[in-house]
């Protein structure tokens, strides 16, 4: 059984966002089974890493597609994005400087996870139904 798995609850109905947001969730899990069972500084370490590097890439993806379209959210939902990147980067530098996986397989349960969830189903999904036609979600 993953930590965190994929459900059609957690769906914001713009594909290339739930694309990325799925193989969030499978790095997420991932990196979580690793730091468990592996020893392997290096081996934890890079997961740790590409799992930082990926959120960055995919908050880099969405503010473009905010402010393409004018999103008026777009500063809060960005200030959101830049404090967990900020604080993932803080928890990839912990780890790498004390190797203490109990902490990192912590973070990534009781605080990785449930930030995403909740930024998915209701910051992501508000731009989503921008997306889908203005504020109200409907079409014009
Ligand atoms: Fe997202
Ligand atoms: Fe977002």
Known sequence: MSLVQWSDDLKTGVC????????????????YSIAE??????????????LADFVVEHFQCEEKT????????????????????????????????????GSLTT??????????????TKTDKEMAGFIAGGPSGKAA
């Open 16 to 31: 290339g966002v739930d694309c990325q947001h799925k193989a969030l969730i499978r790095m997420l899990s991932g990196l």
């Open 107 to 120: 973070s990534v349960q009781s605080y990785m996870v449930p930030w995403l969830i909740e930024h998915f």
């Open 66 to 101: 905010m402010r393409d379209i004018v999103y008026p959210a777009y500063e809060s939902h960005k200030k959101q994005h830049d404090e967990f990147a900020c604080k993932v980067a803080e928890i990839v530098q912990h780890f790498d400087e004390s190797g203490d996986n």
């Open 37 to 50: 069972k592996s020893q392997d500084r290096e081996v934890v370490s890079e997961a740790a890493s590409l």
